[in-house]
């Protein structure tokens, strides 16, 4: 099962529902991602077990991205020993401060993307154009409730310039911050239908005029981290109404000097949780264009 937003087909609005793989039912009285956040873990594994509303055929339906309303996205540095090896050779003259937060005890977490700003699966990722190398970061993202229990987990990109970010880790929020740069979806997979988080494949998948230019697979095996842990940290002193999206840090990144192009398709899939795939455009122009 999984919890998912979705255009509502008879009414063109936003709706929530739960997914058993063949129908999508709604949640009567139920209209964001966020009143489900307010709830327990007990309480929302109810809620979805007595969805009772209008059905719709799952391939019936267009998702959005799992977020709404005032929540947030948020995400996690140097939890996996690959990022660690990317980051220090990106870096020009701060490597020492990847090497030192891998171990450190307080993790590293920075603002990602207000709920507005994320893309969905089939939507649009941007790449600045004041960049030169800039990839994809497939990450596993918590959703977290109103008192910070992990109720579900989703599929993360965080998109990122390793230009920027490499020229002075001070630059992180040009680097990650930006219109485009972080996609959520394609669904939540509840908490309590996932036996063991540390035991998830992640794949990425990048396609470029029909043919695969990268493609790489690892495991959440590989997590430096411990999620709870990671969630404590963005709770200790800040507050989520309606929950947040917390993404757990890559370990899939293309070696130097690949980069994203203009056209090209990003897949990322998560054993247990799903699959979302984006097309990259370049520059703002083309990020908010009409289509």
């Not at 509502?8 to 956040?37: K, M």
């Not at 701060?94 to 969905?120: H, N, T």
């Not at 977290?144 to 490499?166: C, K, P, Q």
Request: hydrophobic residues 40%.
């Amino acid at each position: 099962m999984h919890i998912v937003r979705f255009v509502s087909p008879l009414t063109g609005a936003a709706a929530v529902g739960v997914d058993d793989g063949g129908q999508v039912v709604e949640l009567p009285g139920v209209t964001t991602v966020g009143e489900l956040l307010r709830l327990s873990s007990g309480e929302l594994r109810e809620r979805c077990a007595g969805a009772d509303g209008t059905r719709h055929p799952s391939g019936s339906v267009r998702r959005l991205a799992p977020v709404d309303g005032v929540m947030e996205v948020w995400a996690a540095g140097v939890t996996y020993r690959r990022s660690r090896e990317a980051r220090v050779l990106e870096s020009e003259r701060a490597a020492d401060v990847y090497e030192l937060v891998y171990d450190a005890e307080r993790p590293e977490l920075f603002f990602k993307s207000a709920a507005w700003k994320v893309s969905g699966d089939g939507g649009r990722i941007a790449v600045r154009a004041d960049s030169e190398v800039d990839v994809p970061e497939p990450e596993l993202g918590l959703v977290l409730n109103t008192a910070g229990e992990i109720v579900g987990y989703t599929v993360v990109d965080d998109v990122s310039s390793r230009t920027i970010e490499g020229i002075n880790p001070l630059y992180l929020p040009q680097a990650k911050i930006y219109l485009g740069a972080c996609a959520v979806g394609p669904a939540i997979r509840p908490a309590w239908e996932v036996a063991d988080p540390y035991a998830l494949d992640i794949t990425l998948t990048i396609g470029r005029a029909g043919e695969t230019v990268w493609d790489g697979k690892a495991s959440t095996s590989q997590l430096h981290r411990r999620l709870d842990d990671l969630a404590g940290y963005l709770y200790r002193a800040d507050s989520f109404p309606d929950g947040a999206v917390l993404a757990t840090g890559t370990c899939l990144v293309p070696d130097l000097p690949f980069t994203l192009q203009d056209g090209d398709t990003v897949t990322i899939g998560i054993s247990e949780i799903g699959t979302l795939t984006t097309t990259v455009v370049r520059g703002l122009d083309r990020m908010t264009a009409q289509t």
